[in-house]
């Protein structure tokens, strides 16, 4: 019982430091923006069969979606290590998906193009959390609401 007991701790430490370390970088943008530089890293060199019939992606424009394949996974351990390049990063991610369309292979068969323009789209969007709970804006309760319509002696 020790034994599993002291892998549980371990496991919910280790289950609680990712969750920390998740929540101060754009993590959802960078792991859309690695699942957007494989498939068009992968499909101009993959060869796939259906059933008897060979089917080659492979074209003039395969160095192309290397280079836009690996700047992708850059980019994306970029996000996650330095996130103050969040919105350049970004920027960069949705506009290398957009040219990964025409040069690509449909941008990965287009899986590499909407999750590329989903993860440029989060990291754009994210922000980094401060070390302050949420202000809550003051309130006024000592005024009373004016009907409207109502003349209050102003002239």
Same mark, same amino acid.
């Given at each position: 019982m020790g034994r599993c007991e002291n892998l549980r701790v371990a496991a919910a430490g280790a289950r609680r430091g990712f969750r920390t370390w998740r929540g101060e970088r754009p993590f959802w943008a960078g792991l859309f923006t690695l699942a957007a530089g +494989?498939?068009?890293? %992968?499909?101009? %060199?993959?060869h796939l069969? +259906?059933?008897a019939i060979p089917l080659a992606l492979s074209t003039s424009a395969g160095a192309g979606s290397l280079i836009i394949g690996v700047l992708l996974v850059v980019l994306a351990l970029s996000l996650w290590f330095q996130q103050q390049t969040r919105v350049f990063a970004g920027i960069t991610v949705i506009l290398l998906a957009l040219v990964s369309f025409p040069v690509a292979n449909f941008g990965g068969l287009l899986i590499g193009l909407v999750s590329g323009l989903i993860g440029g789209s989060l990291a754009c969007a994210w922000v980094p959390p401060t070390g302050d709970p949420e202000a809550q804006p003051a309130?006024?309760?000592a005024s009373t609401p004016v009907p409207v319509g109502e003349d209050h002696g102003e002239r």
């Open positions: +494989f498939p068009i890293l %992968y499909f101009p %060199y993959a069969n +259906f059933g309130v006024n309760r």
